[in-house]
Antibody
């Protein structure tokens, strides 16, 4: 069974960089599929952040593109999200997931941007 | 960017009744449309992909239809566990985009 688990700080200061990691078990990232990040502000809907193909190609939401980097560490079977220059508007539950139609999701991690 | 519009925003349905949720795309997404169910405090769960294919383990009471710009999710007989928020998502073009959601509540 494929499982994904997000990890990272739950509190980030404004203007700093939000960094999260998604550890994948039950499937090798390098074997295929897109791997991506989605977020959900409290009480609001889902927003796609970006995706990475197993070969390394990346696709980002244009509204976040200047601040987002998604990278992969195949040796650890995990991928990461960096979001720079955060503001309170970036406060959200962040999910990692597999595939464009996301068939496996992490449980989500709440990241709060506050001083 | 393809804009996904869901209607209605809230749907009040009695248990055992049929629920019909709509999703419209601002341009054609062919059949590359997914539906998700989300309950409070949980990650979304994939219900339908490819507009009409049920994901693994999804009950047959959930069905999807449509292509191009108009899509429908039908829940044939609502069970207590089906009261939740439902999102559509187009997977045809980058950036991937979600609809705003339909909350299915108990009437």
């Amino acid at each position: 069974q494929v499982q994904l688990q997000e990890s990272g700080p739950g509190l980030v200061k404004p203007s700093e960089t939000l960094s999260l990691t998604c550890a994948v078990s039950g499937y090798s990232i390098s074997s295929g599929f897109y791997w991506g990040w989605i977020r959900q502000p409290p009480g609001k809907g889902l927003e796609w952040i970006g995706s990475m193909y197993h070969s390394g190609s990346t696709y980002y939401n244009p509204s976040l593109k200047s601040r987002v980097t998604i990278s992969v560490d195949t040796s650890k079977n995990q991928f990461s999200l960096n979001l720079s220059s955060v503001t309170a508007a970036d406060t959200a539950v962040y999910y990692c997931g597999r595939s464009r139609a996301v068939d496996f999701w992490g449980q989500g991690t709440l990241v709060t941007v506050s001083s | 960017e393809i804009v996904m519009t869901q209607s209605p925003a809230t749907l009040s349905v009695s248990p055992g009744e049929r629920a019909t949720l709509s999703c419209r795309a601002s341009q054609s997404v062919s059949g590359n449309l997914a539906w998700y169910q989300q309950k409070p405090g949980q990650a979304p769960r994939l219900l339908i992909y490819g507009a009409s294919t049920r994901a693994t383990g999804i009950p047959a009471r959930f069905s999807g239809s449509g292509s191009g710009t108009e899509f429908t999710l039908t829940i044939s007989s609502l069970q207590s566990e089906d009261f939740a928020v439902y999102y559509c998502q187009q997977c045809n073009n980058w950036p991937l985009t979600f609809g705003g959601g339909t909350k299915v509540e108990i009437k």
